[in-house]
C-alpha cells in the first residue's frame, strides 16, 4: 500500500484527543435527589466492570474514526501490478490527442481540444525527467515518429490544432503500439485523451497487448449539440442551359431542441443563387429543395451554407458541376448516311454533328463524343467492337440501329459480344407505338401534360428484340403487342440504345414523329451525366476524368484558384479512361479544378466525412462497460474531467485501487455505533 499524501499521517497525533478526553472523563459522579426512599428499588445497578468496558467501546471508536480520517485524506491506494512495474526503470509513454472536429465543442476550461492540450502536458508531469515520449495526432505527422523528451513534447503538444483526419480508434493503437513493441522494457504506457465518438470506435477491434496499459480518459462538452448538412444532391444528372434545376438537401438536428426556420443558402460562382428555410425537430432531419436556373456555361462552383455554432466544419457543403449546350455526336453509317439524323443534328449549332462511313472510323476520336449512332453498320470488325466497348466503359451512349437488310440486322456481333438484347427475326404486322418510359431520363419532363390518347407513330414491320431477363436493361418504348420498341442497357458506366426498326419509312413513321427528336436529342444529353458533384476527403475514391486523353508524360494538377495550393494526384491511365486518386494530399474542403498547366479541364468539390457531425459519445461509464464487455483488461479509465494539473500529476501517480472512499465509510460506520452505544447503552 502507497499513500499519496503520507503528509497527513503527522495528524494521526490528534488521537491523543479523545484519550485525553476519555481521562478526565473517568470519574464522573451524577445526584440523584429523591423524596421517598421507596424509589431506590427502581434504580438498575451496574457494575464498575460494566462502565469501564462501555467507555473503552465508546473510546475505540473515536480512536478508529479519527484515524480512518485521518488514512483517508492520507489518500492510501493498492498499486496495480503494471503500475508498480512503472516505478522502476524508463517509461515509454504514448499520448493521444484527438484533434478531430468534434473537438471543437467547448468545456469549462475551453474548447476540448485546448483541455486535451492541458490534460496531456499535466500527465507528462507526472513522469520523470528521463522517461521518453511519444506524441500522436489524428494527422500522424512524420515529426511525431519519434520519441521526445518532457520538454520537446510540451512544445509539440502546444502546436496541435483541429484536423481533418478522424482514424478510428483501433488505428490509432495499433500505430502506437508499432513503436512502442519495439522498445525493450517493461514500462509502455499508452494515453488516449478523447472525447471518444461513438462513430470513431469499435471496442471489438482494438488490439490486446498486455505488455502496454492503455488509459482511456474521456473529456466532456457543456453542451453536446450539432445541425449541420448532411448530403446534397441534383434531381437531375444533366444540367442544360436556362433548365430549372433542383438541388435537393439534408440537414441535420442533432441537438434536444426543436429547430425553426434555419436559413439555408445556396451559392453559385460566389453568387446566392437561392435561398430556403428548415423547420427540424430535435434528433430529425429536413429535406430542402433549392430552383435555380442558370444561363451561364461551362463549369460552375456551388455551395449550401448555413450558421451554426461551435461545431462549424460541416456548416457547408461544396459541389461542382457543369453547364454545356456544345454535343459531340458521331453517326457511323454502313451504305448511306440517314437524312433524318442529318435533319436532326446537321443544322443545330449547338451540336457538333460527324457523319462517318464504317470503313473510315478515326478510334481515336470516339471517346471524346457524346452520343455514336451505329446506324445500320455493315463492318463490325474485332477492332471495332472493342473500340466501341471500351467507349462505353468510360460512360458513353450508343445507339444501334438496325439494317434494312434482316441478315445483316439479324446478325450483329457487337449485341452478341456486349450481352444485350438482339434481333431475332422480323414482324410484318402493323402496330403503333403505346407506352413510354415517363420516368426515365430521356423522356422525363419533356411533356407539359402526359395524355392518354397521344398521337403515337406507326410501326409497319419491326425487328423482333430477344427476350430474356436483363439485370441491366429497361424499356423506354413499348408497341401495342407489349414488344420493345426501344430498350437501354446499363453497362459499366455507359449506356446501349437498341431501337427495334431502321429509320426507314417502309418500317416506320418514328423518325417523322414528334416523338423522333427529344428522344435522339436526350440521347446525346444522356451522355454528359455529370461524375459525382463532391468527394469524400480521407476516402481514397477513383476520378473519373471522362472524355480526356493524357499522353503518358502529361501530368494534371488539382488546385485552388482562390489560393496558391496546388498538388498533383496519382494518374492512371487505364482502359476505362483517365482516373484520379487522391490520398492524404488533400485536407481542407472546398471547390477546386483539375488543370492541365493553364488549361482547366473541370471542377471538382471535396467535403469533410460528416461522420465527426455525429454528436454521440461514450462517458466513464459507458467506457467502463464496454472495457469489461470486450475483456480488455489492459484498458483503464481515468476521470481527470476539470481537475487541476496537481490533482491530476496525483492521480496519474498513483493509479491502482484507491481506499480513501471505503476509509471515509469505516470513519463514518465509526461514528455511527458510537452514537447507537450511547443510546442503548445509558450510564
Known amino acids: 500500500m502507497i499513500f499519496v499524501n503520507p503528509s497527513f499521517l503527522f495528524a494521526l497525533f490528534a488521537l491523543a484527543i479523545p484519550i485525553a478526553v476519555h481521562l478526565f472523563n473517568f470519574r464522573k459522579y451524577k445526584h440523584f435527589y429523591f423524596s421517598n426512599t421507596l424509589f431506590l428499588h427502581e434504580l438498575k445497578e451496574q457494575t464498575k466492570r460494566q462502565s469501564q468496558l462501555k467507555k473503552l467501546l465508546i473510546l475505540s471508536l473515536r480512536l478508529l474514526a479519527v484515524a480512518f480520517i485521518v488514512l483517508a485524506f492520507a489518500r492510501p491506494f493498492i498499486p496495480l501490478e503494471d503500475n508498480t512495474k512503472q516505478l522502476k526503470g524508463i517509461s515509454y509513454v504514448a499520448c493521444y490527442i484527438d484533434n478531430s472536429f468534434s473537438m471543437e465543442n467547448v468545456s469549462k476550461r475551453g474548447t476540448l481540444l485546448d483541455e486535451a492540450k492541458d490534460k496531456t502536458k499535466s500527465i507528462v508531469d507526472a513522469y520523470a525527467e528521463d522517461d521518453q515520449f511519444l506524441l500522436i495526432t489524428n494527422d500522424f505527422q512524420p515529426k511525431h515518429q519519434q520519441f521526445l523528451t518532457k520538454e520537446e513534447i510540451k512544445k509539440e503538444i502546444q502546436n496541435v490544432q483541429i484536423s481533418s483526419s478522424s482514424p478510428q480508434l483501433e488505428t490509432v493503437m495499433q500505430y502506437a503500439m508499432s513503436f512502442l513493441t519495439q522498445r525493450q522494457t517493461e514500462n509502455k504506457l499508452t494515453y488516449l485523451i478523447s472525447d471518444f465518438q461513438k462513430s470513431a470506435i469499435s471496442f471489438s477491434s482494438l488490439p490486446k497487448d498486455k505488455q502496454i496499459t492503455t488509459y482511456l480518459v474521456p473529456l466532456k462538452a457543456n453542451t453536446v449539440k450539432n445541425i ?111 437524312p433524318y439524323l442529318y435533319a436532326l443534328f446537321g443544322a443545330d449549332s449547338n451540336i457538333n454533328y460527324q457523319p462517318v462511313q464504317d470503313r473510315s472510323i478515326d478510334y481515336a476520336i470516339l471517346k471524346q463524343q457524346d452520343l455514336i449512332v451505329l446506324d445500320q453498320v455493315k463492318e463490325q470488325s474485332s477492332g471495332f467492337i472493342q473500340a466501341i466497348d471500351e467507349y462505353i466503359k468510360q460512360g458513353g451512349s450508343v445507339l444501334v440501329i438496325p439494317s434494312t437488310n434482316r441478315e445483316t440486322a439479324l446478325n450483329n456481333e457487337l449485341c452478341n459480344y456486349l450481352q444485350i438484347t438482339n434481333y431475332e427475326a422480323v414482324d410484318t404486322q402493323r402496330t403503333r407505338l403505346s407506352t413510354l418510359n415517363h420516368e426515365h431520363i430521356i423522356y422525363k419532363n419533356i411533356f407539359e401534360k402526359i395524355h392518354e390518347n397521344m398521337d403515337m407513330p406507326s410501326v409497319f414491320q419491326s425487328y423482333v428484340l430477344s427476350g430474356g431477363i436483363y439485370s441491366n436493361k429497361q424499356s423506354l418504348i413499348q408497341m401495342e403487342n407489349n414488344r420493345d420498341f426501344l430498350c437501354v442497357h446499363a453497362l459499366d458506366k455507359g449506356k446501349v440504345f437498341v431501337l427495334a426498326v431502321p429509320l426507314d419509312d417502309a418500317f416506320s413513321m418514328f423518325q417523322k414523329h414528334a416523338l423522333f427528336v427529344p428522344t435522339l436529342y436526350n440521347m446525346a444529353v444522356v451522355g454528359n451525366i455529370q461524375e459525382e458533384p463532391y468527394y469524400i476527403i480521407g476516402e481514397n475514391n477513383r476520378i473519373a476524368l471522362n472524355k480526356i486523353d ?55 468539390s471535396f467535403n469533410y466525412n460528416r461522420s465527426e457531425s455525429q454528436m454521440q459519445f461514450y462517458d466513464k461509464s459507458s467506457l467502463e462497460t464496454e472495457i469489461n464487455k470486450h475483456q480488455l483488461h489492459s484498458y483503464k479509465v481515468l476521470n481527470l474531467q476539470n481537475k487541476s494539473n496537481n490533482a491530476i500529476i496525483s492521480e496519474i501517480q498513483s493509479v491502482g485501487i484507491h481506499l480513501w472512499q471505503y476509509l471515509i465509510v469505516l470513519a463514518l460506520m465509526c461514528l455511527l455505533a458510537e452514537v447507537i452505544l450511547l443510546r442503548i447503552w445509558k450510564i
Request: no cysteine; proline share 2%; hydrophobic share 40%.
Open 228 to 338: 449541420y448538412i448532411d448530403t446534397a444532391w441534383f434531381d437531375s444528372p444533366v444540367f442544360q442551359k436556362g433548365q430549372e434545376i433542383t438541388l435537393t438537401v439534408i440537414v441535420r438536428n442533432d441537438t434536444k431542441e426543436n429547430i425553426e426556420k434555419l436559413p439555408i443558402k445556396l451559392y453559385i460562382n460566389n453568387n446566392q443563387k437561392a435561398v430556403s428555410s428548415a423547420d427540424i425537430q430535435s434528433n430529425g432531419y429536413a429535406e430542402v429543395k433549392m430552383n435555380f436556373t442558370l444561363f451561364e456555361e461551362g463549369i460552375q462552383q456551388a455551395y449550401v451554407d448555413i450558421v451554426d455554432y461551435p461545431i462549424s466544419f460541416d456548416d457547408k457543403l461544396y459541389l461542382s458541376f457543369s453547364v454545356s449546350n456544345n454535343y459531340l455526336i458521331m453517326s457511323i453509317y454502313g451504305e448511306k448516311e440517314s
Open 550 to 604: 493524357l499522353e503518358v508524360d502529361k501530368v494534371v494538377e488539382i488546385a485552388d484558384t482562390a489560393t496558391s495550393f496546388a498538388f498533383i494526384p496519382e494518374i492512371r491511365n487505364q482502359l476505362s479512361g483517365v482516373s484520379l486518386f487522391v490520398h492524404d494530399q488533400l485536407k481542407e474542403a472546398g471547390n477546386y479544378v483539375i488543370k492541365d498547366q493553364e488549361e482547366i479541364l473541370g471542377g471538382i
